[in-house]
């Protein structure tokens, strides 16, 4: 028996979701078994929300084929080891969330269990000075981490800062190079099939059809096959993820490229500032709910820091997830499947991820109902994870300045972030999952980050006389100091970086 | 001390769990000045008198001070490289269900759609030709990491007698400071507050106060159960083979390092071989077959007996709705249990353990801990039931009374939603806490009879004459390495010298 592969692939979108879906899965197929093609209007424009990538980006350029250098060259992109947040907890409170581990284990017990048992002695030391990347961060530098586990420098990972619209070009063009074809034209009628409801063509604006047996959804919030067509429900997630409205404007850069974004909460939802090589750009995430669209344009205009160099340009979003991102012949990647917005920058790795699973649950044209089924389970199970630990941050607070904030704290969370809470606030245990993404480290940094400190810490850590922690907590916090201090300045690092390869 | 950290601990109970939760924590919280006491109830005998573990429950014994060696020395292991299954689909049919991996990935594509490939286009290819691990069994070799690094690495478990291991897991934690009380629990006494146990009379008219209970009383459950009142979840209605005779024996498998497990018109024939004798025992259900009639059963399987009595014992699969209630945790045959068709038991109590020691609570007890071991713990007994439900689905076709009955009822959701998934895509989907691996379900699908309908697309995409040359020079590597490695009983003599 022989089965039927698919040879024929439609994309509808194109944006980062269409033209990394069109790269990953041309990579994959490659042109002379499957033809993909992709509908994209050329008015379609990149909505700048996703620009700050998280480390997995590397395994998609890995992946993929796509060489860092040139990436970072085609989309001014900066390095990126995580997140500031400023004002979440607390007014006044800050913390950096990279992606680098704090300390490391001791006789299998977690380094915070160590940390916890330090902080009720008189020499409290902050977490963040056990982290090579927060502190790197702090002090602006970077540097490639390194494989070998002894060493300080594989205690972290690192991801992009890019520009959204020269990272569509750049991907449009790695497609192109790999044999999907672009046709510029606008969808205007999807044609079903008979029995199985199963998605045959779409209707062009120019009059032309075009027929495929994979088609991926990738129209943004609208969801033009898998919600208008296929009549797939959307879960709102607004009450736990209180935003509905984003602002952006781009400015001038006021000083060196920071290597981590910067989100800082205010009155009725947060702004970033995500810093590209050549300028900054700048947002305004909040709830209509509780501030108009133009005082929060001027809450953005007012706190800028460098000159602006366009327009606030206003995006409506949905938080939520659709209730089945894959559907009989139509799979939903990028916001058509879902948002749980830009903190945490979760939005090009739902994407990544979508395709990885896409990859791995590859059908052939019989489309069986249970490789379906177990796409969307591990879907929503990764879709769930983000948005407990995006809600983490709006949740856990003491600011209680605003009624936004006071609706924040009060909310009741998912049973699973409620749990993970509460695990965390009474022994500091964070479980961890094989497929989640946000590790141990991630988690205490914004636990602790934001103010909750463990009624009690791994009673067998008390093995331990205190000052022995004591001497190994500052040897620890020496040897990082001193490493983050050897490392290059973040403009050195991207500097040398780009130049890797370049032909001029 | 700090304010608020248990400084007693009380385990009760007397078999292998009970030894084995004793010296795992006399060993990790050394240096805690908590007092560790087993209230060693008489009578307590190991519901499995033998034990077949998995790879990963070797990590156990090195924090305890156990040298590998040592305990196949004392307990008359042997290696054991995965599960023999016999008779499942049919009555001439033997086939080894390797641990480890088979292969390599095809790029992205995982080894095991390259079988389910060729069984579509009907090449004589098996998972197990290209397993160094299963392999080594069927020609009842071993090595181990240590003896030739040029052989490929093989994954064991291993076969023990369990009274042995039991006396050595004892003598392990009295030496590092295990206390002993010697009675029966007349009752437990409960704090009116909070229904914690405060203590538990004895029949000598002491008692014995703890502020953490480890409940390792077996099927009796006499904390969790009769003391704290967590129901029972039944599962014999999936697996109902839940009574067992046990004798020592000489057999015909004797000389390959696995656990054999054999279906039979009634239930289930398992065998271990140990150093010296095999240890069996027939499986059945006492609906549909009489002890006398299982014990003239079981004589039928073996060649000769060993002196020994036979072993009767009766234990449901199935587990506490709460594994840890109060100040309660329950840990083996009291938490739960599993048919022992592939593994023993011994597999689910060791990560009980081992979760309990990174949950350590205080004397607050707090409720997110016991939810968090609870949801993990549960999770796992149930993928390995569903692992065991495949054998039961192989061997369904036997028309007798103990074989229809098992078809009457309905498979676990979670079992049909994998073998669908399986049977329409070769594809195998794992659970956040699985005992078995990826390649260890797809063998146990195929032993299952469950032949995919299509296998991964993308392997289509890869230059065919390429890759059936890469695994052919991979069979014949396994083989040649094979050749190569010691005879397992030649190893296991060599061991003690």
């Known amino acids: ?504 | 001390m700090r304010q608020g950290a248990v400084s007693s601990i009380a385990i009760v109970g007397g078999d292998i769990s009970a030894w084995a939760a004793a010296a795992w924590l006399a060993n990790s919280l050394k240096g805690l000045d908590i007092a560790i006491t087993v209230l060693e109830l008489p009578d307590m005998v190991n519901a499995e008198p033998m034990q077949y573990t998995a790879p990963e429950t070797l990590r156990f014994f090195e924090p305890l001070g156990i040298d590998i060696k040592r305990l196949i020395n004392i307990t008359g292991a042997t290696y054991r490289l995965g599960t023999g299954l016999h008779r499942l689909r049919s009555e001439r049919e033997h086939r080894i269900l390797p641990f480890g991996n088979s292969g390599t990935d095809i790029g992205h594509v995982h080894f095991h759609h390259f079988i389910t490939r060729a069984l579509l286009r009907d090449e004589k290819l098996s998972l197990n030709d290209h397993s160094p691990t299963a392999m080594a069994a069927r020609a009842g070799k071993f090595h181990g990491r240590a003896n030739d690094p040029s052989l490929p690495t093989l994954s064991y478990g291993l076969n023990f007698n369990a009274a042995k291991l039991t006396k050595l897991l004892r003598d392990n934690a009295t030496i590092n400071g295990v206390g002993i009380v010697q009675s029966r629990i007349t009752s437990a006494r409960l704090n009116a507050d909070d229904g914690h146990i405060e203590s538990l009379l004895l029949e000598d008219e002491t008692s014995l106060a703890a502020d953490l209970f480890i409940d390792c009383s077996g099927e009796a459950a006499l904390l969790i159960g009769k003391a704290l009142e967590v129901k029972f979840i039944d599962w014999s209605q999936f697996l109902p083979a839940s009574r067992s005779i046990a004798v020592t024996a000489k057999t015909d498998h004797h000389n390959i390092p696995v656990h054999h497990c054999t279906a039979t018109d009634d239930g289930w024939f398992l065998s271990t071989p140990l150093q010296h004798r095999t240890a069996c025992q027939f499986r059945y259900s006492p609906e549909h077959v009489s002890d006398e009639l299982a014990a003239a059963h079981i004589e039928r399987f073996v060649r000769e007996l060993g002196p020994e009595a036979l072993v009767l014992s009766n234990m449901p699969s199935g587990h506490r709705q709460y594994m840890w209630h109060k100040n309660c945790v329950a840990l083996g045959g009291a938490a739960g249990w599993i048919e022992p068709l592939d593994i023993s038991n011994f597999d689910f109590l060791m990560s009980g353990l081992s979760r309990l020691t990174s949950l350590m609570p205080t004397l607050a007890m707090q409720d997110s801990l016991a939810t968090l071991f609870n949801r993990e713990m549960t999770e796992q007994l149930a993928c390995v039931r569903d692992f065991g439900l495949l054998h039961y689905y192989a061997a369904q076709w036997r028309d007798t009374p103990f074989w229809n009955a098992t078809r009457e009822h309905e498979k676990p959701d979670s079992l049909q939603q994998r073998i669908e998934l399986f049977a329409s895509s070769s594809r195998i989907c794992l659970e956040e806490h699985e005992t078995f691996g990826r390649d260890t379900w797809a063998a146990a699908f195929l032993a299952a009879g469950i032949t995919p309908r299509a296998y991964d697309p993308l392997l289509d995409l890869v230059n065919d004459e390429q890759i059936q040359q890469y695994f052919s020079n991979m069979r014949r590597a396994i083989q040649e390495a094979v050749r190569q490695m010691p005879n397992h009983r030649e190893y296991l003599a060599q061991l003690r010298h």
């Not at chain 1, 700050?52 to 998609?60: D, G, R, S, V, Y």
Request: glycine share 8%; charged share 25%; aromatic share 10%.
């Open chain 1, 1 to 504: 028996m022989n089965q039927r592969p698919i040879k024929s692939i439609v994309i509808v979108g194109g944006g980062i979701a269409g033209w990394m879906t069109a790269t990953a899965l041309a990579s994959v197929c490659g042109k002379e078994s499957c033809s993909i093609r992709l509908i994209e209007s050329e008015d379609a424009g990149t909505a700048r929300l996703d620009e700050a990538t998280i480390p997995t980006i590397q395994e998609f350029n890995r992946r993929f084929g796509i060489d860092e250098p040139e990436l970072m060259r085609a989309t001014n992109a900066t390095f990126r080891l995580g997140t500031r947040f400023e004002d979440w907890g607390a007014i006044g409170d800050s913390y950096l969330h990279t992606s680098g581990k704090f300390g490391q284990k001791i006789d299998g017990i977690g380094f915070q269990h160590y940390w916890l048992k330090q902080r009720l002695t008189d020499e409290a030391m902050p977490i963040g000075e056990f982290a090579l990347s927060c502190v790197a961060a702090n002090k602006g530098r970077f540097q490639h981490p390194v494989d070998d586990q002894r060493s300080v420098y594989s205690t972290y990972s690192y991801a992009f800062h890019l520009d959204a619209a020269l990272f569509v070009n750049f991907l449009r063009d790695t497609a192109e190079k790999l044999g999907v074809q672009q046709i510029d034209d606008k969808v205007v009628d999807v044609h079903l099939g008979g029995k199985d409801g199963f998605i045959n063509s779409v209707q062009l604006k120019s009059g032309e059809c075009v027929d495929g047996e994979l088609f991926v959804d990738c129209t943004g919030f609208r969801g033009l096959l898998i919600g208008d067509t296929l009549r797939t429900g959307y879960e709102d997630w607004r009450g736990w993820l209180p935003f509905d409205s984003a602002l952006l404007v781009q400015t001038e850069s006021a000083g060196e490229p920071l290597p981590y974004t910067c989100a800082k909460a205010n009155h009725a939802g947060w702004q970033w500032r995500v810093p590209l090589q050549n300028r900054v750009d700048n947002g305004h995430i909040y709830s209509s709910a509780y501030i108009s669209d133009d005082a929060a344009t001027n809450v953005l205009l007012n706190s800028l820091e460098g000159k602006s160099l366009s327009d606030p340009e206003l995006v409506r979003v949905k938080p939520g997830k659709r209730l089945k991102t894959w559907r009989r012949n139509c799979v939903a990647i990028g916001s058509s499947s879902g948002f749980v917005g830009p903190l945490e920058a979760t939005g090009i790795f739902l994407i990544h991820a979508a395709i990885t699973k896409l990859i791995e649950y590859f059908p052939d044209a019989e489309f069986p109902a249970a490789n379906t089924s177990a796409y969307n389970r591990d879907i929503d199970t990764l879709y769930a994870g983000m948005r407990d630990f995006v809600i983490l941050h709006y949740k856990v607070t003491q600011r209680d300045d605003s009624k936004f904030w006071d609706y924040c704290r009060e909310m009741s969370v998912p049973e699973e972030l409620a749990l993970r809470i509460q695990l965390f606030a009474t022994r500091g245990v964070v479980p961890h999952g094989s497929s989640e993404l946000f590790n141990e480290s991630s988690w205490l940094a914004v636990f602790l980050g934001q103010g909750i400190i463990p009624e009690d810490y791994d009673p067998r850590v008390d093995r331990m006389q205190e000052e022995q922690i004591l001497h190994l907590l500052r040897s620890m916090r020496e040897h990082i100091s001193r490493a983050a201090d050897a490392m290059p300045s973040h403009r050195d690092a991207i500097r040398e970086y780009c130049d890797l390869g370049a032909s001029t």
